[in-house]
T-cell receptor, first 111, second 117 residues
Framework: EDQVTQSPEALRLQEGESSSLNCSYTVSGLRGLFWYRQDPGKGPEFLFTLYSAGEEKEKERLKATLTKKESFLHITAPKPEDSATYLCAVPNSGGYQKVTFGTGTKLQVIP | DAGITQSPRHKVTETGTPVTLRCHQTENHRYMYWYRQDPGHGLRLIHYSYGVKDTDKGEVSDGYSVSRSKTEDFLLTLESATSSQTSVYFC????????????????FGQGTRLTVV
């Protein structure tokens, strides 16, 4: 069974305090891993797609990395506006049509 | 927002009544999805569509049906609403991976908050 596990469930950081969020997955034949950001009361917003182990992508203070079993979302010198829930997702083993989401990490950045 | 509109945004309904949620897209995407999001469960797939009149079930499809008679509209119907269907419902479209017919990243609507009393 395809599974996606995110940790921690919640993370509280001081502004400027860098940290990482983890997404571990079990799926046969990884065909991509997606990161999303979700603000309260809104739909998830796409951030990154990673396709192969060793790949990295960056956007402002966020950098996503991928290994064969997990992905990390590194947040460097976060600001309060980075506060959100971060979701990761992987296409199911059977193909791209279905995607399994993790339950997310709720990040709070305190000024 | 990739041209996705969900309606209504909020709805309160009574147990046992049918409810239809609408998702409308303006960009002619092939893949459309309905998810529900509940605390502790994350996003769970209800149904998806890969073309007009082409739909398939997701992991939590019991009690739900869908229809797609036009490319731009994907309807989700709760046949007889129950309190366990109180949730936030998201519609999404997926872009195709460049050069393939496979789905890539998804773009979501703003959600519909449904309360069944």
């Amino acid at each position: 069974e395809d599974q996606v596990t995110q940790s921690p469930e919640a993370l509280r950081l001081q502004e400027g305090e860098s940290s990482s969020l983890n997404c571990s997955y079990t799926v046969s034949g990884l065909r991509g891993l997606f990161w999303y950001r979700q603000d309260p009361g809104k739909g998830p917003e796409f951030l990154f797609t990673l396709y192969s182990a060793g790949e990295e992508k960056e956007k402002e203070r966020l950098k996503a990395t991928l290994t064969k079993k997990e992905s990390f979302l590194h947040i460097t010198a976060p600001k309060p506006e980075d506060s959100a829930t971060y979701l990761c997702a992987v296409p199911n083993s059977g193909g791209y049509q279905k995607v399994t989401f993790g339950t997310g990490t709720k990040l709070q950045v305190i000024p | 927002d990739a041209g996705i509109t969900q309606s209504p945004r909020h709805k309160v309904t009574e147990t046992g009544t049918p409810v239809t949620l609408r998702c409308h897209q303006t960009e002619n995407h092939r893949y459309m999805y309905w998810y529900r999001q509940d605390p502790g469960h994350g996003l769970r797939l209800i149904h998806y569509s890969y073309g007009v009149k082409d739909t398939d079930k997701g992991e939590v499809s019991d009690g739900y049906s869908v229809s797609r008679s036009k490319t731009e509209d994907f309807l989700l119907t709760l046949e007889s609403a129950t309190s366990s269907q109180t949730s936030v419902y998201f519609c999404a479209i997926r872009f195709l991976v460049a050069g393939t017919v496979e789905g890539g990243e998804a773009f979501f609507g703003q959600g519909t908050r449904l309360t069944v009393v």
